[in-house]
């Protein structure tokens, strides 16, 4: 029997679920000396196990669209869909180091929903630092302009144009794994903005940009138009998550940046799969 959990709730309590048993897969995997690609593949499945079989028990009649299950084109006419990410940065998940190691942190949970056009609940996830952002409790934003912006960028395949675009902010990148953990690193203090740009899903996205909201940030696609969530194609190659008081200069910024590069806007598409992608 579904119990009387608000979505707000639901999104919290998947994503912690599916926290802990990453948690309990990797320091099982690393015990036992497992390999990187066998902790991925574990972790994406047992995460996803939890998702999915929450959600079907909590909210049977939504669809949901996941990183880790076959795409369910019932989706595009249901009026509410859950968007997941069962393990994001999971090249960071499966750095343990070696048997009695702790591993990186820099990893997350994305659970949002979508209902009838909008993003309107969801949470990140952050398992091994012990802290979940979510639209039941929405996290406070830190306030005041920086002297020198911070931009929070991938570790293992920052894009060329954020390289570009600190140089033209005069920016310090801040580099470290998952989507989430840079959507979040803006309320934590240690970024000002994620920019990223080139090649991204939906569910890379959804639950940060959501839980961003929540706390008062500024959320778009790099040219500053909306960020559009259940599409047919679930690609959403770029995003901005910014402080209120640096988003105006940092998308001028990228205006700059992409007109010297000789087009209107920076790249909007997957250039070439990385190979980690699962898709
Ligand atoms: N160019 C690209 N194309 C497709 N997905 C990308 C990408 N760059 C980053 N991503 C995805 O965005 C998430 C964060 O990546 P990063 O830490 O490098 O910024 C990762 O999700 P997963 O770990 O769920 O695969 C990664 O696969
Ligand atoms: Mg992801």
């Known amino acids: 029997m579904p119990t009387t959990r608000t979505d707000d ?11 802990r048993a990453l948690l309990a897969v990797r320091a099982d995997l690393a015990a036992a000396g497992a390999d990187a690609r066998s902790i991925k593949d574990a972790g994406d499945r047992r995460a996803q196990e939890v998702l999915a079989s929450l959600l079907a028990a909590e909210r049977p009649d939504d669809a949901v669209l996941s990183e880790e299950a076959a795409d369910d084109p019932g989706r595009l006419s249901a009026a509410r869909v859950w968007i997941v990410d069962p393990l994001d940065g999971t090249r960071e998940f499966s750095e343990v180091g070696g048997p009695g190691e702790d591993g990186r942190t820099d990893w997350a949970v994305h ?19 012990g802290t979940t952002y979510g639209t039941d409790e929405p996290p406070v934003r830190p306030t ?71 706390a008062g940030l500024h959320t778009s696609r790099v040219d500053g138009s909306p960020l559009v969530y259940n599409r047919p194609d679930p690609t959403l190659p770029d995003l901005v998550v910014a402080r209120p008081e640096v988003a105006g200069a940092v998308l001028d910024a990228i205006a700059r940046v992409a007109a010297r590069e000789g087009r209107e806007q920076p790249p909007t598409t997957t250039p070439d799969a990385p190979a980690e992608a699962t898709r």
Not at 9 to 19: C, H, I, K, S, T
């Open 111 to 129: 659970v949002a929903l979508w209902q009838e056009g909008e993003l309107v609940a969801g949470a990140v996830a952050l398992p091994a630092a």
């Open 9 to 19: 709730e639901l999104a919290r309590q998947a994503a912690d679920e599916a926290g």
């Open 144 to 214: 005041g302009a920086p002297q020198v912006i911070r931009l929070a960028v991938s570790r293992s395949r920052p894009p060329a144009f954020v390289t570009a675009l600190a140089a033209e902010l005069g920016a310090e990148l801040v580099p470290m794994g998952s989507a989430g953990v840079k959507a979040t690193s803006v309320l934590r203090d240690e970024a000002d903005a994620y920019v990223h740009a080139g090649g991204q899903y939906e569910w890379d996205s959804a639950a940060p940009v959501v839980v961003a909201r929540a």
